[in-house]
């Protein structure tokens, strides 16, 4: 049988029969599609024959629904055995955005004079106050106040302009 019009008189149908196991009729659709692309490939393996190629055509993609189908399960199982939550996913969004955003950051710090780097790590990232950062430098607590502002200035002018607002909030946590 042409290939052209098998699939003219089978697309349609096998998509609605895969639609009706799966409920998602882009999924039917790629599901239909891949049994096509298989029936192409095995076509010298499979009779002439209408009714065979029909037969082969549904219950390929009745098998295909099926596998997908066990494999929502096993990954619905698998969010129910680690109690995943849609919040947790909104979470695991912010700390990878968060670590990309000190990921940079510590590349920049990383740059800087040393005595400048050291005091805005310890004051920024460690969460240290100005006079404790004083006195375990052995230092004025007008250096440390200096060093904090060189620091964030040359933050500023490294810093992806769409990471700054993300820094300013990690400041508050």
């Not at 096993?74 to 969004?93: A, D, P």
């Not at 920049?108 to 790590?121: A, D």
């Not at 933050?155 to 992806?160: F, G, N, P, R």
Request: neutral net charge.
């Amino acid at each position: 049988m042409n290939t052209e019009i098998l699939f003219k008189q089978y697309y349609r149908p096998l998509c609605h029969y895969a639609w009706k196991m799966v409920s998602d009729m882009e999924l039917a659709k790629d599901i239909v599609q891949d049994v096509f692309v298989t029936y192409y490939r095995q076509e010298e393996n499979i009779s002439a024959e209408e009714n065979a190629i029909r037969s082969f055509l549904y219950s390929s993609v009745r098998f295909a629904c099926f596998n997908v189908a066990r494999q929502k399960n096993i990954i619905n199982r698998y969010w129910e055995r680690t109690g995943f939550e849609e919040s947790m996913e909104t979470q695991i969004e912010n700390d990878i955005i968060r670590s990309e955003v000190i990921s940079e950051i510590m590349a920049i710090i990383e740059k800087m004079p040393s005595s400048c780097g050291l005091i805005f790590r310890k004051g920024y990232l460690e969460g240290l106050s100005n006079l404790e950062i004083a006195k375990e430098l052995d230092i004025s607590v007008n250096t440390v106040k200096t060093q904090k502002q060189r620091g964030l200035k040359i933050l500023k002018a490294k810093l992806s302009p769409e990471f700054i607002a993300i820094f300013l909030l990690l400041l508050k946590c």
